[in-house]
């Protein structure tokens, strides 16, 4: 007994981030067991080293893996189930993807600033930038461009002389048939009199810990450093006709150093004041 092959569940749309893995499932059954095949954008789907089939004939599920899922991967896709009964057929799409998010913006009043993002998706989305969950309105000071290749899509946001009241909250949404994605991000504001008053402050940090150093550096102009030398016998000491037993003079020696700078003692400048003192030897 044939049956036509039908699909229990259907393969849905699923979204992907660049480089991620893309999975597809569907649940087919009919009599025979159907023979499946998948098709991106109408054309048929060959495996490869990236792109996985499988059908479990426990559970007559077939499934398609994308290992790394990039733009390229994006669009429609059709599972196909034929037998000598008929044959059935489910589509999907990749929704909208962000590979690319808004990122923080710091901003320094009067100055550009610009937020830059891309997605994927299919069928085209519509694209939408809010500011405080407000809708933003193309205007003289604020653009807002975006630029379509295949199912890749490039949005920017770029506002002019930036203002305190453009600091906040800035999202982006893509939305299509097949879902919607979102992104975003914060712009931060200074305004130049706390840059002004911040840069001054800076200064003022500089010259106190300037005029400290030199302090230091002063108070050690005139500091002096102590070496103490002993030497201990001398190849001119008699040896006594007994035991041939060396004097035990002590020679002593005090050098000092006077310092003109605390990293760096020149020899030139070194004052050698010593004082000698003889110790006579144990008596015998």
Known sequence: LSTTPTFIEPIVSCVVASGDVARFHAHVCGMPTPDINWYHEQELIKPTKNIVFHFDEMTNTATLIIVDAFSEHAGKYTCKATSIAGEAVCTATLAPS??????FQSVLEGEPASFRC???????????????NRQIQKEHRRKINTESRMHTHMTSLIIDSIK???????????????GSAESTASLLVSLREEQDANYLSFVRRSAKTHASLDSLVEQRKDRKFRVDLRCVGSPFDKMSQKGMIRSQNLLFRSVYFRTSSPSKVPENQALETASERARSPPPM
């Open 98 to 103: 962000f590979t690319k998010k808004l990122k």
């Open 118 to 132: 891309k997605l994927v998706a299919f069928p085209a989305p519509t694209i939408l930038w809010f500011h405080n």
């Open 164 to 178: 305190e009241k453009d600091s906040g909250s800035y999202k982006v949404m893509a939305i299509n048939t097949e």
